[in-house]
């Protein structure tokens, strides 16, 4: 039931010993993602926003378990590549539940969305540069149209995942009224979007609600323009909006003192800002929300060293394998679970200050630094938390390191759903001999 569920999954939520086999039968590094809290955070997103259309940012999380749990769910898709509308399409999603955002689209992948608005008429196109609605029209494309807008208001938990005022992404925000109309003389324009960025946490919420009323305010004026006989609007197309996307970014309190979002709070405030919508639909795109507590990353410890500074403690996985330490300085949870030979369990160990590093050869490669933990020993088991969102889509085969294996906890099932890369895997694309035309 949902009232019972946590607002947040910490790693002491994870059953250890479950860890422990999983760890022992299937090796490290281990992701694990249980499909039960993906389905419950999908719940939790469909109470909180029940009138809304929510679309589940499949970048966050794109396997196939994971995108099948969420259609059962009742979520849309919302993809960023073809590479994610193949995705989307092969886990069961179909029709109006299907959404492309590009940016910057390769011509590869806009002639294979375009291929498959053929099939899927239904399909939705996000598009936030004129070039873009140019390059979609220059292939025959005439079917629905979100034109993505610049809100100048950004929000996240690093200025790298801060969308909503870069110049990037969407049409500026003055000239996003002009755009629509033009643009519903070629297309069918649907929506109009925006997106404040990534891990809004409680303290960015008035930049959130800024958004939402700065896309409330653009919204009443497309439609009041065709009703009340705007001069610009009589010359061009009506334009038939359906929906204000308001992104997504719903923040996760990575951090044991992060204040959670209060979500049905949040959703209120999005209602409030967003104002009188007549015949419109909101619609929300959140990832992070839907997979990050639901995964945890499992490494077993191969050093332990003292060191002036204290102990670094050397584990099986690294930046490859989760890179959101190194590339944006963010905090996992890791928890001790045990399990060195003739150690007392880790509770009953004396605290240390620990900098859990892994094997790749950048200072960087650094989990925590510095942290208070239980005195390590070579073989204890890991839990990096909140690991689910962004953790193995981000993974990699630096220092040519194979990507780990996962696997889906479904009623306490374990089920492989990406098998560990061998050694020869990282060579499949490369020619195979040595020698080279030139
Ligand atoms: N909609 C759009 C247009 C987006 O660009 C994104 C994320 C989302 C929705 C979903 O945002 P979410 O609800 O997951 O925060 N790799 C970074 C996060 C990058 C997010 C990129 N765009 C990280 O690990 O923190």
Known sequence: GSSADPVVRRTDDWDADRLHELAAEHDTPLYVQDLDRVRENCERLLAAFPDADVRYAVKAHTGRA?????????????????????????AGFGGDRLHYTAVNPPARDLDHVVDVADRE??????????????????????????????????????????????PKF???????????????????????HAHAG???????????????????????????????GDASARESDPLD??????????????????????????????????????????AIEPGRYVVADAGVLLTRV????????????GV??????????????????IRNLGGADGE????????????????????????????????????????????????????????SRPRPAEVALADGEATVVRRRERLADLTTVERESAEVER
């Open 121 to 166: 008429p239904d399909l939705t196109i996000t598009a936030g540069a004129v070039d873009t609605l140019d390059r979609l029209a220059e292939r025959g494309y005439d079917g629905r149209l979100c034109l993505r807008v610049n809100p100048g208001v950004g929000a996240g938990h690093h200025e790298k995942v801060r969308t909503g005022a870069a």
């Open 302 to 313: 191969n050093t332990v060293k003292p060191t002036p500074g204290g102990t670094v403690v």
């Open 66 to 90: 994971v995108l099948e749990t969420v259609r059962e769910a009742g979520l849309d898709a919302e993809c960023a590549s073809a590479g994610e509308l193949d995705r989307a399409l092969a």
């Open 170 to 192: 969407g049409v500026p925000y003055d000239r996003a009224a002009r755009i629509a109309r033009e643009a519903a003389g070629r297309f069918d324009v649907v929506g109009i």
């Open 344 to 399: 007392p369990a880790p509770a009953d160990r004396e605290e240390t200050a620990v900098t859990v590093a892994g094997p790749i050869c950048e200072t960087g490669d650094t989990f925590c630094t510095n942290r208070a933990s239980a005195r390590p020993a070579r073989g204890d088991l890991l839990a990096v938390g909140i690991a689910g969102a962004y953790g193995y889509e981000m993974a990699n085969q630096y220092n």
């Open 241 to 282: 909006l359906e929906y204000v996307d308001v992104g997504g970014g719903f923040g996760v309190p990575y951090h044991e003192d992060d204040e959670p979002l209060d979500l049905p709070a949040v959703a209120e405030a999005t209602r409030d800002a967003v104002g009188d919508l007549p015949g419109l639909a909101l």
């Open 316 to 333: 099986d996985a690294g930046m490859t394998d989760l890179l959101r330490p190194a590339m944006y300085d963010a905090y996992h949870p």
């Open 198 to 228: 990534s891990g809004i946490d409680p303290d960015q919420l008035d930049s959130h609600r800024e958004l939402v009323s700065r896309m409330g305010e653009l919204a009443r004026e497309l439609i009041d323009a065709e009703s009340d």
